[in-house]
């Protein structure tokens, strides 16, 4: 796994989905506005540095979004994504522009009276739009530095709001004192936007209009040049691929470790969404670390489970922060955008070859071992070891955190839950235990030993042995290594006294191990 490279612009282009649910624009909006990049830096003779550069900004054109969601959703009526999308199209200097998308698309799936006060909330603030602005570019330039792309990326992604004509935001920049990275960036980001809304036809007026005020003027020409083979690609079946297959030479890829970091970065951006998630994503990777140790996962599964943890939540970007930050209970329909976040995680982390081990393990975080959680139903068969560790730590780390609805637990009542949940069968007890013993619990087993002292570990081996697994398989099965498994079993067969797989599957029966999940 360490020897292998990864490659940045597949990772990136899965996570950018995520940047896509929470600015509330169409999904691959990011995906398209690279393949635009792609397209006018190689017009515009950019050098190797600028092309990659204006690529990957237009691909993360989005994360700066999630940092002042609690504040946008307080103007636009608790939707967040709606007063994004509501703005996306407009030209922020013409003010005819804005009150146009203000009264014909702010809140308009809210209630009239809701709605109304939305529009008298965003004309109240004159400055609300720099601060917008002000808050998504510092937390973008902060983000591309946590995702090492370089300062070139970082930069232009702190002056995506600015302006040729000097009208921008949040440093006046006027013309080419804006870095080219960002200038095509921002005529991607207004190009992939009126395309997908009204056309080519259209798209291509609107450059005409705004060339030379928001847009850069000779980019803005190029455009026409390149654009039956921009076009194509934009409206070819799988953009994925066209995105891929356009990123500039040479193409970027980082050492696997590196993926631990970019993780890490993209757990900030979901948490920011809301107060109440604030380093909630690495507080659960934590836990899983340790307890992972615990459980005796070999490297890979460790490693796949943290990135899990880490990424767990990127689905809660599609829920608005109106729901999220709700002080009460949430209606039918609200409860079933939350239940759905669990989709959209496993739906973002899919796109990627290099994420799908870490994809199969977020999809069922939210499901239990009886049947009753979600977006699948999943039965407890279906539940490995990785998964059920990563269900255990999210629930505790949630407990003893503030909600809307709820202050935090202390940490002995969140223990106490998760041993209530051990009982009712919803979560597993070995993965309880470890989670409690990485948080400095005792376990949740409360006093009632296994027989002849047999440990979790071995109690779950034993139960696999009688139903007649190989080592292989029994490895398999608990991440662990064969040998591991062979240790395991010579141990069992002290403690016990039986020497055979069916003096074991009689002994697992008669002390009430199996069923045993």
């Not at 599964?301 to 899990?308: F, I, S, Y």
């Not at 973002?348 to 977020?362: D, F, G, K, M, N």
């Not at 139903?467 to 292989?472: C, E, M």
Request: net charge neutral.
């Amino acid at each position: 796994m360490s020897e292998t490279r990864l490659r940045l612009a597949e990772l990136l282009g899965s996570l950018s989905l995520c940047t896509d649910l929470v600015a509330g624009v169409s999904d691959e909006a990011g995906i398209r506005m690279a393949i635009i990049a792609a397209h006018l830096a190689r017009a515009a003779s950019a050098t190797a540095a600028e092309a990659s550069d204006a690529y990957y900004t237009a691909l993360l054109r989005y994360i700066g979004c999630s940092g002042f969601a609690h504040e946008e959703a307080l103007v636009g009526a608790g939707d967040d994504q709606a007063l994004l999308a509501a703005l996306e199209a407009c030209d922020a200097a013409d003010l005819r522009d804005v009150f146009g998308a203000v009264f014909t698309r702010l809140a308009r799936t809210a209630r009239a009276r809701d709605r109304l006060l939305a529009i008298v909330k965003f004309l109240s603030d004159p400055n609300g739009y720099a601060k917008l602005a002000g808050a998504h570019c510092e937390q973008a330039g902060t983000l591309a530095h946590e995702l090492g792309l370089g300062t070139g990326i970082a930069r232009a992604l702190t002056e995506l709001y600015e302006r040729w004509d000097g009208r921008g935001q949040p440093r006046g920049l006027t013309g080419a004192a804006t870095c080219l990275a960002a200038r095509i960036a921002q005529v991607a980001n207004a190009l992939e936007i009126h395309h997908r809304l009204a056309g080519p036809d259209a798209a291509l007026a609107l450059l005409r209009t705004r060339s030379g005020a928001q847009l850069d003027p000779e980019l803005c020409e190029l455009v026409p040049r390149c654009a039956p083979a921009l076009f194509a690609d934009l409206d070819a079946g799988d953009s994925w691929q066209a995105f891929l297959a356009l990123e500039p030479t040479p193409v970027r890829a980082h050492a696997h470790p590196m993926l631990r970091d970019i993780a890490r970065a993209f757990a900030h951006y979901v948490d920011l969404k809301s107060p109440f998630t604030l380093g909630h994503s690495q507080g659960v990777a934590a836990l899983v670390e340790r307890a992972s140790e615990t459980l005796q996962f070999d490297a890979t599964t460790r490693e796949h489970v943290v990135l899990a943890a880490l990424l767990h939540d990127l689905g809660r970007a599609s829920v608005p922060n109106g729901i999220w930050d709700k002080p009460g209970a949430l209606s039918i329909a609200e409860t079933e955008r939350v239940r759905l976040h669990a989709y959209h995680s496993e739906r973002v982390l899919r796109r990627s070859a290099v994420l799908q081990p870490v994809a199969e393990i977020v999809a069922v975080h939210h499901e239990r071992l009886d049947g009753g959680g979600y977006h699948r139903h999943a039965s407890a068969a279906e539940l490995n070891a990785a998964s059920r560790l990563l269900q255990a730590a999210d629930v505790y780390h949630a407990l003893i955190e503030d909600r809307a609805h709820r202050p935090a637990r202390a940490a002995a009542a969140a223990a106490a839950v998760l041993a209530d949940e051990v009982r009712a069968g919803r979560l597993d007890r070995a993965s309880c235990d470890a989670v409690l013993q990485a948080a400095g619990h005792a376990a949740t087993s409360g006093g009632v030993p296994l027989p002849d002292q047999l440990s979790e570990r071995e109690a779950e081996v034993l139960v696999l042995l009688a139903r007649g697994l190989s080592n292989q398989v029994i490895g398999q099965r608990l991440f662990i290594s064969p040998k591991t498994v062979k240790n395991h079993v010579a141990h069992i067969y002290t403690k016990t006294g039986v020497k055979t797989r069916a003096a074991a599957a009689l002994y697992a029966v008669s002390r009430g191990l199996v069923p045993r999940r």
